[in-house]
């Protein structure tokens, strides 16, 4: 009986050693900041677009088209200007004679924070400018995700 009862005692103290041993890891406590960039830029872009080539029975719907398509064309500048131009060329050699070369691009990205600072006709052209403040950006960007670098560990 004796030895049923040192096996108990010996189960129970090595159970509580492991608990108090695994209680022993490192805490730590981190602390973050964010750091703004040194600079905002403001980007601007324009776009445009000829009225009469515009798809609509009328002149109104025409000059309405035209607005759409200058707007687009100023996001797709902005989007060259803050993500890239991604340029791909294609050369084909045939019996010893190159063949025309084949050169396309394209931009994709999100574009948040831009405004429209003036849209107006000139002439057969519709025209759109665009602004893009990266304050603004930065900030919409802070909401969404915050970015932030680590200040200090303090361990205990």
Known sequence: MMKFFSGIYAGIS???LL????????ASHRQ??????????VLT????APISLQLGRTEQE???????AATLDAYRE??????GLNVSVASQL????LKPQQLSADASGTIRG????????LGDTYITELELDYQTLWQLQQQRQPRTTLKSVSYY
Do not use: D
């Not at 045939?94 to 004679?97: L, T, V």
């Open 14 to 16: 090595a159970v509580m």
């Open 19 to 26: 608990t108090t041993l695994s209680g022993c890891g490192v």
């Open 32 to 41: 973050y900041e964010v750091v703004a960039p040194q600079a905002f830029p």
């Open 45 to 48: 872009a324009t776009g445009m």
């Open 62 to 68: 025409k000059q309405r088209q035209a607005m759409r």
């Open 78 to 83: 902005l989007v060259e200007q803050v993500h």
């Open 94 to 97: 045939e019996e010893q004679q």
């Open 114 to 121: 831009a405004k429209v600072v003036r849209s107006y006709p």
